[in-house]
């Protein structure tokens, strides 16, 4: 049962450790002040070194940022700044992010994760808690995003067997953050992209930090999207 995987599993990650941990009641530390920083400042405090070498702490920091950024450009028609997209690129997904470390800061989380995470305390403490709302969090407790690394190396491979120029679409099937798109070289990049996600909040992030005309994000899993959400004005021959 979803109670079972969250008070029982033994999966790698620390938010799912048998241990029980306090949760923090409220931002406390570097994000004591996020909410009161602009893009600009939030941008300079996000480690200035690769994706897959941050911390748990600096993934937490990036992702409660993003999260902030998102709230702010939510019903905003200007689209986001530079400072913005970078903050939002920092997303990393909540997998091996302690839950517990997360402060329940209503002024960053919206309602639905704030619930979300108590939600889950509870069921992790054995008490009675909304399996409804803590299944917000079900699917994303061992959501890693690919290297970049991995990315560039792929990509290096990929193009290798494919033509260096003539591209009409790209298929992004699980876009996570959207490395993919960062790594991808320029006469790919381009392209018109069909990038598609089924978590809500990494949709939210890849429309809003890649918010290109050639780039159609689609909040989906894979199978209902081919199903259901291909878009007629892309050519795929």
Request: hydrophobic share 40%.
């Amino acid at each position: 049962t979803f109670e079972q995987l969250v008070s029982t599993s033994s999966l790698c990650t620390p938010a799912l450790s048998t241990t029980p941990t306090t949760p923090t009641p409220r931002a406390r530390g570097r994000v004591a002040d996020m909410h009161q920083q602009g893009p600009e400042q939030l941008a300079a405090r996000l480690p200035q070194k690769p994706y897959d070498t941050w911390t748990e702490s600096e993934r937490r920091f990036g992702n409660l940022a993003a999260f902030l950024t998102l709230r702010r450009l939510d019903g905003r028609e200007a689209p986001p700044t530079e400072a913005e997209q970078r903050i939002l690129r920092a997303w990393s997904g909540w997998g091996g992010v302690d839950f517990a470390k997360i402060p329940r800061d209503p002024e960053i989380l919206t309602d639905d994760y704030l619930r979300a995470f108590d939600a889950w305390d509870a069921l992790r403490e054995g008490k009675s808690g909304s399996t409804e709302d803590a299944s917000l969090l079900q699917g994303v407790v061992n959501q890693f995003f690919t290297p970049m690394w991995v990315v560039r190396a792929m990509w290096r491979l990929a193009m290798r067997a494919m033509p260096a120029t003539g591209y009409k679409a790209a298929l992004e099937p699980s876009a996570g953050s959207g490395r993919f798109l960062e790594g991808a070289p320029a006469t790919v990049a381009d392209a018109e992209w069909c990038v598609v996600e089924w978590d809500r909040l990494g949709a939210q992030v890849l429309r809003h930090s890649y918010a290109r005309s050639n780039v159609h994000v689609f909040e989906a899993p894979f199978e209902g999207f081919v199903a259901g959400a291909l878009p007629k004005k892309v050519a795929w021959d």
